[in-house]
């Protein structure tokens, strides 16, 4: 459901590609998020000594985007790069939100094998094992989320949004974000958090003139 | 009727949980794993029938783990199967203990993982490339803890039937016999282990052997174990193992202590393993040596204990991100004794030699649900079935 939402923005903006943004305003705010951490650790009685005890995972960051693009919201794809870091059996950052087009660069920090793989339908790839002080790049072109996992590790997982448009945000460690460039209109503005099951928070908010800021919260329990 | 019961194993995997449950403020987590695996019924051969009398290729088994760790150097650890949904076995149950913060220096003790090689560590849908187990895990080899041959000849006559072995001495009721290593049980004891980032060793003291694991103690004798493994680079993993521990039953040998005098009647292994793995490659091996020693009671004498060599090599290989195709080659064969009634008298070896090789591909449907088809040929050296090959299909989820 929160794929196809993704989807659908990159289909509205790319019908209007041609048109120049208008003078901008912003939307801030904060997503409250009050679910625990998990370490997404399974036990492991075949193993003969104690496992790194693992940190829990941080599930309060949260992506807020437009579920439609403004009008004229195009931008010509350039070489962009992200990164996500394999570390301490975690994948850093553990949410990452691009728009589609960019190159994602996978480097192995730890002193052991990561296999970084994705079944998901925006994009399926597995790059293999690869070790310490290595790099694999993959590029994400679909709009949607990409569950990231290690096939070794299997409490190592993470999130890649994929977005059709620039008109979304990573939360804070408060939970804060901004959305900047918004062009005046009316729109509906959606937040994702892992933890949210059903249908995701949505708020319609307008920005009613240039520099125009409007302010949305959200609390995920 | 099979759509419904197709319907409804789609519902049960959609309210199937996706990763670990965790409770208690992420102090319990538990896990599972569900395999189905539907293969051809096979009451001649017995290739693939396991100490628990269950066909590895045809087989529905649950499993589910459980781990509380209150502090970071102690945890309590379970693991609970049950196998074509018969009896609910607690397949580990054991505390862990790291007692210096700063050392990777673990105690366990209770039900254990065996120390001894590899496989039988290894989770079984999602580690398993195939469907099958390698030959020295889980074929049954004529010999038995319980009851033991009066000579020669009643091994000899056993050859190729381990799926049910019966002796003149001991248990007289017929029971399957032992594999090399189970893979099927875990033993009762306490284990050390030394993990550095090159090095690894463990020991062990358990009240069971390799072949026969036990929850109670049948003989008094206990088994020491070790294995040290050598991480030289990032993907390469060299092991040895070793194992010597009292196997047969103490009511037989307290029965022939006093004609045969006090003796050991142990077994013994030794066994080297090796694993690598690169880019969309895993190749790993195994060789393992074991030997028995049984009573001489009547002549022909059994002389020398009895041994048995094992290997396999195994490998896997990923074509995308879903499929992968797999492929092991596999031997078990003995060391010889010689009859009197059987076999003209010639040295020949106590049990039938096995040959096998199975190869296969799988899917994974999701992440933790995977699809798996093997094809699996075997040869005996004996026994009323020579050869047959086999078609398994599996589906395994874990959570």
Redesign the interface.
């Known amino acids: 459901m929160r794929a196809l939402a993704l989807s659908a923005a990159v289909a509205c903006f790319a019908v209007s590609a041609a048109e120049p943004l208008p003078a901008a305003g912003a939307i801030r705010g904060r997503v409250d998020v009050r679910v625990?951490?998990?370490?997404?650790?399974?036990?492991?009685?075949?193993?003969?000594?104690?496992g790194v005890?693992r940190d829990?995972q941080d599930r309060r960051r949260s992506v807020v985007y437009l579920e439609t693009a403004p009008r004229g919201a195009f931008e010509p794809p350039a070489n962009r790069r992200a990164r996500m870091d394999q570390r301490n059996e975690r994948f850093i950052p553990h949410v990452l939100a691009i728009t589609a087009g960019t190159w994602v660069d996978f480097p192995n920090g730890d002193?052991?094998?990561h296999n970084v793989?994705?079944?998901s339908k925006a994009k399926?790839?597995?790059l293999?094992?690869?070790?310490?002080g290595h790099s694999e790049s993959i590029q994400f072109n679909q709009p949607g989320i990409v569950?990231v996992?290690c096939e070794i590790h299997s409490h190592m997982?993470a999130f890649i949004l994929v977005f059709g448009h620039r008109f979304f945000a990573l939360t804070d460690d408060e939970g804060r974000y901004r959305i900047d460039g918004v062009p005046p209109g009316t729109y509906t503005l959606v937040v994702w958090n892992e933890a949210i099951r059903g249908d995701a928070p949505k708020r319609t908010i307008t920005i009613a003139e240039a520099g125009d800021v409007d302010a949305a919260d959200f609390t995920i329990r | 009727m099979l759509h419904a019961q197709w319907l409804a194993a789609c519902l049960f995997l959609q309210v199937l949980p996706a990763?670990?449950i965790?409770t208690a403020?992420?102090t319990v987590?538990?896990?599972g794993e569900i395999t189905a695996t539907a293969g051809p019924k096979d009451e001649t051969a017995f290739f693939n029938y396991t100490d628990y009398e269950h066909n590895a290729l045809r087989m529905f088994r649950v499993s589910v783990?459980?781990?509380w760790?209150p502090s970071?150097?102690f945890?309590f650890?379970?693991?609970i199967r049950s196998e074509d949904l018969q009896s609910v076995i607690p397949?580990?149950l054991?505390v862990?203990v790291?007692p210096w913060a700063e050392r990777?220096?673990?105690v366990?003790a209770g039900r254990i993982?065996p120390?001894f090689g590899t496989f039988a560590?290894?989770?079984y849908g999602a580690d398993n490339p195939l469907i099958g187990f390698p030959l020295a895990y889980q074929y049954l080899t004529s010999l038995r803890p319980d009851a033991v041959p009066a000579n020669a000849d009643d091994l000899l006559i056993m050859r190729g039937r381990g799926w049910r072995s019966s002796y003149p001495v001991g248990n007289p009721i017929p029971a399957p016999g032992i594999p090399v290593v189970s893979a099927y049980r875990w033993d009762t004891g306490v284990?050390a282990?030394y993990?550095a980032?090159r090095l690894?060793a463990?020991v062990s003291v358990t009240s069971g052997t390799l072949s026969n694991p036990r929850v109670d103690d049948d003989n008094d004798g206990r088994q020491l174990a070790g294995r040290v493994a050598w991480h030289p680079v990032?993907?390469l993993t060299l092991g040895a193992s070793g194992a010597r521990g009292a196997f047969v039953d103490r009511a037989i040998v307290d029965a022939y202590e006093e004609k045969l005098g006090p003796q050991d009647y142990d077994q013994e292994a030794v066994g080297i393993d090796g694993e690598y793995?690169?880019?969309?490659w895993?190749v790993r091996g195994e060789a393992i040596f074991s030997r028995w020693t049984l009573p001489k009671i009547n002549a022909p004498f059994i002389d020398h204990p009895v041994g048995a060599r094992t290997g396999y090599v195994e490998g896997r290989y990923?074509f995308?991100?879903?499929l992968f195709g797999a492929v092991r080659v596999d031997g078990l064969s003995f060391t010889k004794i010689t009859g009197q009634r059987l076999f003209g008298g010639r040295p020949t070896e106590w049990d039938a030699t096995v040959s096998r090789i199975e190869a296969g591909g799988g899917v994974?449907i999701?992440?933790n649900l995977t699809a798996r088809a093997v094809v699996q040929h075997n040869w005996r050296d004996g026994g009323r079935v020579k050869q047959r090959t086999y078609v398994s299909a599996q589906l395994s989820y874990w959570f």
């Open positions: 625990g951490p998990s370490a997404d650790v399974r036990p492991d009685p075949a193993s003969l000594g104690m005890m829990a002193r052991t094998y793989f994705s079944l399926e790839f597995n293999g094992r690869y070790a310490a569950r996992f997982n | 990763g670990p965790e403020r992420g987590t538990i896990s783990s459980g781990m760790r970071p150097r945890a650890l379970t693991e397949y580990a054991y862990r790291r990777p220096f673990d366990q993982p120390v560590r290894r989770s284990e282990r993990g980032e690894e463990a990032i993907g793995s690169r880019g969309y895993i990923r995308g991100p879903r994974n999701q992440r």
